[in-house]
Structure formats: structure tokens, C-alpha cells
């Protein structure tokens, strides 16, 4: 059946500073721990767990393959060559179904998706010890592509879930612990994993444990996750109403189309996206590849190994709430408009590591203890990027925000996948630190292009696109979520 489709009145184009000042006048925000707050911590455990998904194999392939690094001599080992490959095997995965899960997150509501997903991965890891005995490095390439499939339909249902629950002004604070929830998953598995692969049970615990945290994490939010606070049955209609008047009215009473043309030839949303793959690619590959460098440059045991790789994590974690309270407070006091403040986050995020991985690509052996400290440097400078590029989906196109995350979020795997192969073809011999010093000069030269284009193009302006075309009839179909 056709559907029709009309104009929206401009009087609903709202920017996001006229949204500001609706949020400002809100009478009563509800309890000061809301259901919002509640959804939100939901889902900065299921971006933990993500992100324990997707680190978990930098640690483990590296036990995996050492003979000596359980006290068990029982564990099986193997002697893989192809481990930079075997760890690019779940971005190639993620990035099948980003733009997909982003229109389906859109039409039919988040929550489903998020579980069913978060449980298949779940059920996944259980079996990845088993498959490795059996099928080697080849059987873990489908796990893991298996694997990255499922997550890639997290990151764009969560924007769906933030752009019903989070208010204009809250978005920097509330967004880190979203977001930051990643970067605290990379430290938690990536500390607990060496620790775990060098203890009697070996580094199938550390596949059994993301196992066990999956399956709860899908039962919590099956009982108490919803879509939207329209949707939620014990909400207070002033936290209700608190939430949805800081939101354009589309936002919450409109099924829209989705402009794709606009979308893709918009310049402000293809500066976002040039710089969300230049930050994938510098971030994944630092943080997927640290624990291989530390390894065999650095030389550090498989115990070290895990509890250094963590404190660059660590540091980008808890620098991430500065920069977003900073963030917030130069929006709040109308010191700088949102898109400025997006920029001067992104670039502290992208232009200040570069210097650092320029010296960290002339640092050898003798500089270990160096190189991890260059490292927390570089992290800490890069947690300034989630109050800078991440949530300007949503400052472009608050109605799009799964779409947005989908379209970016898959050229950012794609360039993740990209990068960690060519890591396999430089890095031909590990213990090299000439060859890892290419990486970083790459890493570093992407990191300003990046930087230099969203500097130029990019906005933080609500787009004419946004609300462009509205359906009004035929409110029956399941994309009805709200």
C-alpha cells in the first residue's frame, strides 16, 4: 500500500539551542535517578559487554598460542601465524549489518534486536573453546565473523534508544557513561584476561566468562528495557515530559521516511563520517593490536601484558568524563553553539595523539616502560572524541540517529577491517619495532585528515532533512515503536 507523505510545517524545525532553552524551562526533570538513567546504565553495561566481545581475542589469541602462559600444562596451545588476520575476522563480520540493523532499529523498535543479538553472541563464545580445538584458526575466523554480525547491530539500535531517552543538555554526560561503558569493557577484559589465561582453567575462561555476563545482560533487559518513554509503564509523566519536550515534536509523534539521498550527499553528515572512520581506524588498531606489540617488542610476560594493555584504557576512560562535563558546560553557559564544541573535542581527540604516536613509532625495546606511558597519553586524548564526533548523529538528525550511527559506524568497521589486515602485510615480523613504527605514522596521518575535515565541514546544526517528509497515515505497521 503507498503511503503519503506531506511537508512538515516549519514551525517545528527546531535547532538544537531553541531545544536547549525547552529543556531549561522543564518544571521538573522526575526522580534524580529516572528511568532514563536507568536505560541508560543498561546500556553502558550491554556497550561493557560489547566491548569485552570484541578485546577479548587480543589477549587471548596471544595465550592461546604461548605454551607457558597457563600454569596448567593441559591447556592446549596452538602455533597460529595468521593472528592479525584471526583478530580482523570480527570487523569484517561488524560490518555486514550496520546499515540494515540502523533502518531496522528505526522501524521496529531496538529492544528485540538488542537482545536477540547479545544472546547469539553469548552463545557463540561459549562454543569458541570447542571450535578452536576442532577447526583451528579457520573455525575461529567464522566465530568471529559469526560474532561481529551480532554486535554490528548494537552500536545503531543503542542511537535509536538515545535519541528517545536522552535529553538535549544531558547528552554529554548520560552519553559517556553509554559510550564510556566500551572503553571500560576494554579495560576490564583486557586487565582480567591475562590474569585468567594464566591460571589453571587457561584462556577458555575467558570466552566462558562473556558467555555468562551475555545471557544476563539479554534476561535483565528483556524485563525492564523499552524503547521509548512513551512506551514505559513506570515512568513518572514528569520525567516523561521532562525528556520528550527537549526533543524536536517529530521525534516523538511522527513516523518518518528516511531521505537517503539527502543523507548521503549531505556535507556536514559526510565529514562526520570521514571522521568516524579515521577514528575506527586509529582506535581499533592501537586497541586490538597493543597487547601483540607489548608482547613481542616489549617483551613483557603474559600476566604484564594484560595490566599494562589496560592502562591506556583506563586513563581514555576516565578522561572521557572530563571532556564531557567540560562539553556540556561550555553548551550549558553558552560559551561556544554544539558544532564548535564538537570540533574542539575532536580535535584534541585526533591532533594530540599524533604527536605522541610519532614518538612512540622511533621507541624500541629499551623504551618499554615509555612506550606505555606514550600510550595512556594517546587514550587520554582520544576519550575527548566521544563529546566530539560520536553523538553528532544526533545533533544532525535527532529523527536518524540509528540510521546515522549505521551508515558511519559501517565505513568505520570497514576501515577497522582494512587496517588490521594491513597490520598482517607491514608487520610481517612482530618483534620488529621499525615495522610497528609505520603503523603509527599511518595511524597519526589519518588522524589529522580526519581532524582537518570535520573541522571544515562538519556541523552541529539539526539538518532541513530531518523531518523533511512524515507519514500520516497507516500508523498500524510494527514501525510504530514510540
Request: with cysteine.
Amino acid at each position: 500500500m503507498a503511503c503519503r507523505y506531506e511537508s512538515v510545517p516549519k514551525e517545528i524545525n527546531y535547532t538544537n539551542e531553541e531545544n536547549s532553552r525547552k529543556s531549561d524551562n522543564a518544571q521538573n526533570s522526575g526522580p534524580r535517578f529516572g528511568k532514563r538513567h536507568q536505560q541508560i546504565l543498561m546500556c553502558g553495561f550491554l556497550s561493557f559487554l560489547s566491548s569485552c566481545v570484541r578485546s577479548s581475542m587480543s589477549i587471548g589469541i596471544v595465550a592461546m598460542n604461548d605454551p607457558s602462559a597457563s600454569i596448567n600444562p593441559d591447556v592446549q596451545t596452538f602455533n597460529w601465524t595468521d593472528k592479525s588476520a584471526v583478530l580482523s575476522c570480527f570487523f569484517w563480520g561488524y560490518m555486514l549489518p550496520q546499515l540494515g540493523s540502523g533502518w531496522m532499529a528505526g522501524r521496529y523498535g531496538p529492544k528485540w534486536i538488542l537482545v536477540g543479538s547479545t544472546l547469539i553472541c553469548a552463545i557463540s563464545n561459549f562454543l569458541l573453546p570447542t571450535v578452536a580445538y576442532s577447526f583451528g584458526s579457520r573455525g575461529i575466523m567464522v566465530i568471529r565473523v559469526l560474532q561481529g554480525c551480532t554486535q554490528g547491530f548494537v552500536q545503531p539500535s543503542l542511537h535509536g534508544l538515545y535519541g528517545k531517552w536522552l535529553p538535549l543538555h544531558e547528552r554529554g554526560r548520560l552519553g559517556t557513561i553509554a559510550v564510556g561503558g566500551s572503553t571500560a569493557g576494554s579495560v576490564v577484559i583486557t586487565f582480567t584476561s591475562g590474569y585468567l589465561a594464566a591460571s589453571w582453567y587457561g584462556w577458555p575462561m575467558i570466552f566462558y566468562l562473556n558467555s555468562v555476563l551475555g545471557v544476563l545482560w539479554s534476561l535483565m533487559f528483556s524485563y525492564i528495557g523499552t524503547n521509548s518513554p512513551a512506551t514505559h509503564s513506570s515512568i513518572t509523566q514528569e520525567e516523561k515530559n521532562y525528556i520528550e519536550n527537549s526533543l524536536p515534536p517529530a521525534n516523538r509523534t511522527q513516523l518518518l521516511s528516511t531521505p537517503w539521498k539527502k543523507i548521503l550527499t549531505s556535507g556536514s553528515f559526510l565529514a562526520l563520517l570521514l571522521a568516524h572512520c579515521g577514528f575506527d581506524w586509529g582506535s581499533h588498531i592501537l586497541t586490538t593490536d597493543i597487547p601483540i606489540y607489548f608482547k613481542n617488542v616489549m617483551k613483557f610476560d603474559i600476566k604484564s601484558n594484560g595490566a599494562l594493555s589496560t592502562l591506556p584504557l583506563l586513563v581514555k576512560w576516565s578522561m572521557s568524563f572530563v571532556f564531557s562535563f567540560i562539553s556540556d558546560m561550555l553548551i550549558m553557559k553558552g560559551l561556544c553553539k554544539i558544532g564548535t564544541c564538537r570540533k574542539i573535542m575532536h580535535s584534541i581527540g585526533s591532533l594530540a595523539p599524533c604527536i605522541v604516536l610519532i614518538v612512540l613509532g622511533n621507541s624500541g625495546p629499551e623504551d618499554a616502560y615509555k612506550a606505555v606511558v606514550l600510550l595512556m597519553v594517546t587514550f587520554g586524548f582520544l576519550g575527548a572524541n566521544i563529546s566530539g564526533f560520536l553523538f553528532n548523529h544526533l545533533d544532525l538528525a535527532p529523527n536518524h540517529g540509528a540510521v546515522l550511527m549505521g551508515i558511519t559506524s559501517q565505513f568505520g568497521t570497514f576501515c577497522t577491517a582494512i587496517g588490521l589486515t594491513t597490520v598482517q602485510y607491514i608487520v610481517i615480523n612482530e618483534g620488529d619495532p621499525n615495522q610497528w613504527g609505520i603503523i603509527f605514522y599511518v595511524t597519526a596521518g589519518i588522524f589529522i585528515a580526519s581532524a582537518v575535515i570535520f573541522n571544515t565541514f562538519g556541523s552541529g546544526e539539526v539538518q532541513p532533512w530531518n523531518n523533511e517528509r512524515m507519514r500520516t497515515k497507516n500508523r498500524r505497521k510494527k514501525d510504530n515503536y514510540i
